[in-house]
């Protein structure tokens, strides 16, 4: 390999039974890079975490992990990637101490290195404290974050983290993205995210969407609202057909849920206020602003040409 | 393969032991009842110097019946920890798979024996037994708690919940204990029923058991018991690991969370 490349997958495919849950998927993604994976729920994003993680072998394809082949030495992989599931996989019954000292122990971490590490996580997530506590007394966001200490503790090369932020608020939220640029910062590690929260995929280097185990765009979060549109265009009104007749001619056809409809500008020279007046009481509302990555999203999986309105 | 991945899942599980010491204390409750309200029971239609006898009879039984629940409720931890999740966390740790279900059997077999000792005390307490009766019976009881840790390990690894587990307990561990010879000599049982004892490994540990207590009718020989333990373990240990091994075992783990 030229390049050096943390993660590289070449017609990687898994199947269930009849259904193609990731299909011919080839990735190639450099060392110490932040890469998001994108997608609607189901779209195959756990079973290629799990693939590349050795949790379930690929049906068909390969994949390398920092140039070692994963179906070749499983437990070398698990050795080199940090995992950090969708669903915490921590000892409720049991304390922060108590289940990091047995994930240690699970990497062969002699006690003193594991103490050490672990003081150290603790700290850069605000738990030092907290050691000796049950898990069933912390937060949400407490666990995940013992989740996430746990998946780092053998300083892994690739840290995959599924879903890191599901089901937290926005403090808490905040608060993983911290530790995990901290991560990123202090031990170079490269990153492989999947998350629904697509505003937290902006810091990455690169994104990818995929839906029904296909990549569908991919990326520099930047570069992609670049090229989606320079505005989106949202309007409100209780006559959508008119308004939808009156302005696909110029911006194209647009996303419509009920009585909002959004449309993407390619052009940067749009005279909204005069578009203010012609449509005139016909509109509720409307606004125009850059594109995110939400609308990337959306324009993907859920555009008039995909014939699937939301 | 380094041993602390081992040392980390079987200390586990002791502290988690001796952390419910209710539940321990508890698991005396069961071999008593059988002993002292069964035994006595059952002793009472004896006539005379039989009625002694069938308590002694029945120790060697009621030690391999509590080595029989110890064991296969132990081993359920490898079907608990996939419910909970925590099964996660070692299946992704730098170990071949198969480690996993061996460390749970050595645990497995270690919670058996822990019971095993404090029933032998208190038995010893009692006066139904000498200490020379105690550590005669130390070594096969190690032999009867591996096979039955190895049973243990052979249902949680076909199990894919604790509902399932508890199913196929029921259908196990009654059958398996009643036809052991544990509670009535072999040879008067009905014929067909005979054969059944004689394909149940659990009987073996029985017999094995039943040979360190002086006075008490054994039904195969020392090296048939032996031999049929250590070949029914080994092959169970092996084909629990290789099924553990393959990825469809823990497709309800994984496929939850690809949700």
Same mark, same amino acid.
């Given at each position: ?310 | ?98 480690? *996993?279900? $061996?460390?749970? @059997?050595?645990? /497995?077999? !270690? =919670? &058996?024996?822990?019971? +095993? ?15 020379? *009766?105690? $550590?005669?019976? @130390?070594?096969? /009881?190690? !032999? =009867? &708690?591996?096979?039955? +840790? ?31 010879? +544990? ?77």
């Amino acid at each position: 390999m030229a390049r050096n490349l943390a993660i590289k997958t070449e017609g990687l495919t898994k199947k269930f039974g009849q259904t193609l849950a990731v299909n011919k998927l080839d990735l190639e993604i450099e060392a110490g890079q932040f890469y998001g994976l994108l997608g609607p729920n189901g779209a195959g994003k756990s079973t290629t975490i799990h693939m590349l993680t050795t949790m379930t072998a690929a049906t068909s394809g390969e994949a390398w992990i920092a140039g070692q082949q994963v179906s070749a030495d499983p437990v070398a992989i698990r050795r080199t990637v940090g995992l950090v599931f969708q669903d915490s996989a921590l000892d409720r019954t049991m304390s922060i101490d108590e289940n990091l000292q047995f994930a240690a122990a699970m990497y062969n971490l002699a006690p003193d290195v594991a103490n050490k590490r672990i003081d150290e996580l603790l700290s850069v997530f605000g738990l030092q404290d907290k050691r000796k506590r049950k898990l069933v007394s912390l937060s949400g966001g407490q666990r995940r974050a013992v989740d996430i200490a746990r998946g780092v503790l053998h300083k892994p090369k690739v840290l995959f983290l599924d879903e890191p932020t599901i089901g937290l608020d926005l403090p808490n939220r905040r608060s993983i993205w911290r530790f995990v640029e901290q991560l990123r910062r202090d031990e170079g590690m490269t990153v492989f995210l999947t998350t629904h929260y697509l505003e937290e995929a902006a810091a990455c280097d690169h994104v990818d969407f995929f839906q029904q185990g296909q990549l569908q765009r991919g990326g520099k979060p930047q570069q992609l609202m670049q090229q989606l549109a320079a505005y989106i265009l949202e309007v409100n009104t209780p006559n959508p057909e008119n308004v939808i007749a009156q302005l696909t001619p110029i911006f194209g056809s647009p996303i419509r849920e009920d009585e909002d409809l959004s449309f993407k500008i390619s052009a940067d020279d749009v005279d909204f206020h005069q578009l203010q007046q012609t449509l005139g009481d016909s509109i509720a509302s409307m606004q125009w602003r850059k594109p995110n990555l939400n609308d990337i999203y959306l324009w993907t999986f859920c555009s008039p040409e995909q014939g699937k309105i939301a | 393969m380094s041993w602390r991945p081992v040392k980390a899942v079987v200390g586990r599980e002791m502290s988690k032991l001796f952390r419910q010491r209710a539940r321990l204390i508890s698991s005396m409750v069961r071999p008593m009842i059988w002993l002292l309200v069964i035994g006595s029971g059952v002793g009472s239609m004896l006539q005379g110097s039989q009625q002694d006898g069938y308590l002694t009879f029945l120790v060697p039984g009621i030690l391999a019946m509590t080595l029989l629940f110890a064991a296969l409720l132990s081993a359920l931890t490898l079907v608990y920890d996939k419910e909970f999740g925590v099964m996660r966390m070692m299946m992704i740790a730098p170990i071949a798979h198969y480690w *996993i279900v $061996l460390s749970k @059997l050595i645990a /497995a077999t !270690l =919670t &058996a024996m822990v019971q +095993a000792l404090l029933l032998l005390i208190l038995l010893l307490v009692m006066g139904l037994i000498s200490v020379k *009766i105690a $550590l005669a019976l @130390l070594l096969p /009881a190690v !032999l =009867t &708690a591996i096979c039955c +840790a190895a049973i243990g390990g052979l249902i949680a690894v076909w199990s894919k919940s604790i509902d399932n587990f508890a199913v196929i307990m029921n259908f196990f561990i009654f059958p398996v204990f009643f036809l052991s010879g +544990a509670l009535y000599p072999v040879n008067q049982l009905p014929e067909y029923l005979h054969y059944i004892v004689v394909i149940n490994p659990f009987s073996y540990g029985v017999d094995l058991l039943k040979h360190a207590v002086p006075n008490v009718a054994t039904d195969f020989s020392i090296m048939t018991d032996i031999t049929v333990l250590i070949g029914f373990s080994v092959a169970a240990i092996f084909i629990a690991c290789w099924q553990f091994s393959r990825e469809s075992v823990h497709a309800p783990l994984f496929q939850r969370m690809s949700k």
